[in-house]
């Protein structure tokens, strides 16, 4: 099937899940799972494929700065359906959805220097793909402290808004955000890990920027989850530290990405 088809397709479906989740957040229609979980697995199926079709070649991977965005917006996405089938995270579609298409669209119409890894090089693609997990557990976390900052503000404010009415209990959000925290601080952990052991020449390759700043990240988050044990953490200043982690993990993996590729034009 060909990569336009393949893209017009999850685009299609992406929009109606969004429309869908948008509708149920104005109280317009009743929440399906069945019908979101469907919507979502024929969406994720349709950029699975696009993906297949766009970073594998060559004997190896392509993760330029785009192309790499849009294998962990589907690993998002599939992580979501996952946590909705068994948690109430349903309102992180309204994010998820749309973040999902935007990396399809850039991917589509633009383009950057080639950065192969050889798919012979199992321990650097385990440190990938432990790193690419990470990333997108933090996503996910950051846009749940989004929900859960305005959601307290809101509450404070007695404000009996549509947010405060589809969102679940704060306790509930709370935990959920915790739970999110805790599953990316192993997977960046083991991430790490691989990466000092698998890759020659840390602190050398361009690499030297994404090692500080994603240990500077995971130091953020231990010291949250340290707070939210020691201190009880929560509400806001939860968000907040986790916003502040996601911000540096996001300088990690995007800073020297978008410098050598779409600064310099430099591939790899």
């Known amino acids: 099937m060909g990569t336009l088809i393949l893209a017009v397709t999850s685009l299609f479906l992406y929009s109606v899940g969004t ?9 317009r229609v009743h929440s399906n799972i069945a019908i979101t979980t469907l919507i979502g ?17 060559d004997g190896g991977v392509d993760l330029g700065f785009f ?5 962990i917006s589907w690993l998002i996405v599939f992580l979501l359906l996952g946590l909705n089938l068994r948690k109430p995270v349903q309102s992180l579609f309204l994010g998820v959805y749309p973040l999902a298409a935007l990396t399809i669209i850039m991917t589509l119409i633009t383009h950057t220097p080639s950065r192969l890894v050889s798919d012979e090089s199992y321990g650097v693609l385990s440190h990938i793909a432990l790193s690419v997990t990470a990333y997108s557990l ?24 549509p947010l405060i009415r589809n969102l679940p209990p704060l306790q509930t959000m709370e ?9 990316g601080v192993v997977m960046l952990t083991l991430a790490i890990i691989t990466g000092a052991v698998f890759i020659e020449n840390l602190f050398a390759q361009n690499l030297a920027h994404k ?6 990240s995971l130091l953020v988050f231990i010291a949250l989850l340290v707070g939210r044990y020691t201190k009880g953490w929560r509400g806001m200043t939860a968000s907040r530290w986790t916003l502040a982690g996601c911000a540096l ?10 410098a050598l590729e779409l600064v310099f034009q430099r591939g790899g």
């Open 19 to 27: 429309a869908l989740q948008a509708l149920h957040f104005r109280g």
């Open 41 to 57: 697995m024929l969406a994720l199926t349709s950029h699975g494929l696009l993906i297949s079709q766009t970073i594998y070649h």
């Open 67 to 71: 192309k790499s965005s849009v294998l």
């Open 138 to 161: 933090f996503s996910l976390a950051a846009i749940q402290a989004i929900l859960l900052y305005f959601q307290n503000r809101q509450l404070k404010q007695n404000y009996n808004s």
């Open 175 to 183: 935990s959920l955000l915790f739970e999110m925290v805790w599953a």
């Open 211 to 216: 090692t500080v700043f994603s240990i500077l």
């Open 249 to 258: 993990l996001m300088v990690a993996f995007y800073g020297s990405k978008f």
